[in-house]
């Protein structure tokens, strides 16, 4: 767990109410959070909704892991330290998005329960809607798509602590939506996570 390092700062409240912001984007800041195992569907259902949601005239935005850890998560690997560190990242940077306005998709692993609790808790604090999107495809089913050839390296012994391999995944016990992608398309997948957004008025501003 992150601890509070800097002394003396002070909390500096904007001006802006969020309501503002809601009728100005015409939509809800809202974190939609992916969840499950590598190649089992988030980044290409996130992206998908993404495009989605920019052509129906929406603000949305993905945040990737691989993409993430090009950039501000380039200094952590995939122990269970760093793992943990990755989503606490991601839960603030999500949520801070949230806050300003945007739809924002974020697609991680995010193997442990009580890392994406946390991540959950920020967002219910702060008044933000967070909607957990458990990914759901068996090993063998990840194992045989395997886009990118990680389950071979992983089989091989080249890739350590790989989720559903040689290190944990833990399910989550209540999700918003449970996308079983053995049975869905892509297209119906994206299609439930947007009937839930219609649903819960993220949509419509003001
Ligand atoms: P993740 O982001 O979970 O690692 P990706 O989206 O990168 O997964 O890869 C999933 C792969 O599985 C893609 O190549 C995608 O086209 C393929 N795929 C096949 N069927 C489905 C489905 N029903 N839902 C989602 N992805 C699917």
């Not at 800097?6 to 809800?28: D, M």
């Not at 999500?94 to 974020?106: I, Q």
Request: proline residues 3%.
């Amino acid at each position: 767990m992150a601890k509070q390092v800097a002394t003396n700062i002070t909390w500096h409240e904007g001006h802006v109410e969020r309501e503002h912001r809601n009728k100005l984007l015409k939509q809800r800041g809202a974190t939609i959070w992916f969840t499950g195992l590598s190649a089992s569907g988030k980044s290409t259902i996130a992206f998908t909704i993404e495009h989605a949601l920019v052509e129906r005239g929406h603000l949305a935005y993905v945040l990737d892991g691989d993409n993430i850890r090009h950039g501000l998560n380039k200094n952590l690997g995939f122990s269970p330290e760093d793992r943990e560190e990755n989503i606490r990242r991601i839960g603030e940077v999500s949520k801070l998005f949230a806050e300003a306005g945007l739809l924002t998709l974020t697609s991680f692993i995010s193997p442990y329960r009580a890392d994406r609790d946390r991540a959950r808790q920020i967002h219910e604090k702060a008044g933000l809607a967070f909607i957990e999107v458990f990914v759901e495809a068996s090993v063998e089913l990840c194992e045989q798509r395997d886009p990118r050839g990680l389950y071979a390296k992983a089989r091989a012994g080249e890739i350590p602590e790989f989720t559903g391999i040689s290190a944990p995944y833990e399910e989550p016990l209540k999700p918003e939506i449970v996308l079983d992608t053995e049975q869905l398309t892509v297209v119906e997948s994206a299609q439930t996570v947007l009937d839930c957004l219609v649903q819960r008025g993220l949509l419509a501003g003001g």
